[in-house]
Every structure is written in C-alpha cells, then in structure tokens.
C-alpha cells in the first residue's frame, strides 16, 4: 500500500473514530497519525480500555469497508 492510499485510509478511520468515540479530539488524533499503538494509548486514557480491547477495535476499523 503506497502513502497516498495508506493516508487516505486513515482520513477515512478518523472520522468513524470520531462518531463512535466522540470525547476524542483533533489533537488525540493528529496524535494517534494511523498508528495502532498510539490509539490503544489514547484509548487507555480516555476510556479506560485495555491496550487488547482498544487494539482490537483499531484493527476492526482499518480492515472494515469505510
């Protein structure tokens, strides 16, 4: 997968992280940027899920149908 498509993609996964996890900001993210890792963070702090559970959920969204 070439940049173009990968940021594209990510584009997407932002604004369904947006809708179904609302109390994540701009910054949170601008932060995350794509990276499975960094999500499970932001996850952790905001609500409280275990790096499982919120790298799951990661996963769910990069390899859904956006």
Same mark, same amino acid.
């Given at each position: 997968?070439? $940049?173009?498509?990968?940021? #594209? $993609?990510?584009?997407?996964? !932002? #604004?369904? @992280?947006?809708?179904?996890? #609302?109390?994540?900001?701009?910054?949170?993210?601008? =932060?995350?940027?794509?990276?499975?890792?960094?999500?499970?963070?932001?996850?952790?702090?905001?609500?409280? $899920?275990? $790096? %499982? %559970?919120? %790298?799951?959920?990661?996963? !769910?969204? =990069?390899?859904?149908? @956006?």
């Amino acid at each position: 997968m070439n $940049k173009d498509i990968a940021d #594209g $993609k990510w584009q997407q996964m !932002k #604004g369904k @992280i947006q809708q179904k996890w #609302g109390d994540l900001t701009d910054d949170d993210l601008d =932060r995350i940027n794509g990276q499975r890792e960094e999500f499970a963070g932001v996850m952790k702090e905001r609500y409280g $899920k275990s $790096k %499982e %559970e919120a %790298e799951q959920e990661f996963d !769910k969204l =990069r390899n859904s149908d @956006i």
